[in-house]
């Protein structure tokens, strides 16, 4: 099982913001980073060190943490942005785990 | 162009071993942290081993003492060879680079920025 929680699925509407979260020990003291990843493909990293946005990955993904628990939002979720979104915490203790993925659902 | 090709999965009975291979264009694979990530089907990523610039190597508890990762420097390849397979090791298997910035000193400071190339990936399925 994941060392990190994350909400098994999300719905959202067209236009609205979305938030996934992602739950862990002492997930403060590591670095979070999110993926994305379509059906068939490869994941995609869509935010690093907690709240840093790859360049290319638009301006609507942003990241936040608090404590134990980190927060993948998407303002203005758009139809593209339907995926699965693995969170995965770092550090050189215990490299890199990720959570069980969150399936996004645009109605 | 940087890229990641895996080869080498396929069907293998359990207690089998395969071998997969990873090779890297455009990036120096020894110059650079490397994982392994597997996914099983309709399932989250799973972190599978790391091996470290300075060769190190890390492996997750289901998979110790089982797998071992290494790397030719002559041929910039990554490998993963997996021994003792069992049905749960059934997913597909990632072959990744890890973005890490280092920053020597007394204390070196590592600053993570996420797995910024993945390859195609490679199925495994165990199975008798």
């Known amino acids: 099982s994941s060392e990190l929680t994350q909400p098994p699925s999300v719905s959202v509407s067209p236009g609205q913001t979305a938030s996934i979260t992602c739950s862990g020990d002492?997930?403060?003291?590591?670095?979070v980073c999110w993926y994305q990843q379509k059906p068939g493909q490869s994941p995609v990293v869509v935010i690093y060190?907690?709240?840093k946005r790859p360049s290319g990955i638009p301006e609507r993904f942003s990241g936040s943490i608090s404590g134990n628990t980190a927060t993948l939002t998407i303002s203005g979720t758009q139809a593209v942005d339907e995926a699965d979104y693995h969170c995965?915490?770092?550090?050189?203790?215990?490299?890199?785990?990720f959570g069980g993925g969150t399936k996004l659902t645009v109605l | 162009e940087v890229q990641l090709v895996e080869s080498g999965g396929g069907l293998v009975p359990p207690g089998g071993s395969l071998r997969l291979s990873c090779a890297a264009s455009?990036?120096?694979?020894?110059?650079?942290?490397m994982s392994w990530v597997r996914q099983a089907p309709g399932k989250g990523l799973e972190w599978v081993s790391i091996?470290?610039?300075?060769?190190?190597?890390d492996y997750a508890g289901a998979v110790k003492g089982r797998f071992t990762i290494s790397r030719d420097n002559s041929k910039n390849t990554l490998h993963l060879q997996m021994n003792s397979l069992r049905v749960e090791d059934t997913a597909i298997y990632y072959c990744?680079?890890?973005?890490?910035?280092?920053?020597?000193?007394?204390?070196?400071?590592?600053?993570?920025?996420?797995?910024?190339?993945w390859g195609q990936g490679t199925t495994v399925t165990v199975s008798s």
């Open positions: 455009g990036f120096t694979v020894s110059s650079n942290y």
């Open positions: 002492k997930l403060v003291d590591k670095y």
């Open positions: 990744a680079r890890d973005d890490v910035v280092v920053l020597p000193g007394a204390v070196p400071q590592y600053f993570y920025h996420g797995i910024d190339v």
């Open positions: 060190q907690d709240t």
């Open positions: 995965q915490a770092w550090d050189t203790s215990t490299a890199g785990v």
């Open positions: 091996i470290y610039s300075g060769g190190g190597t």
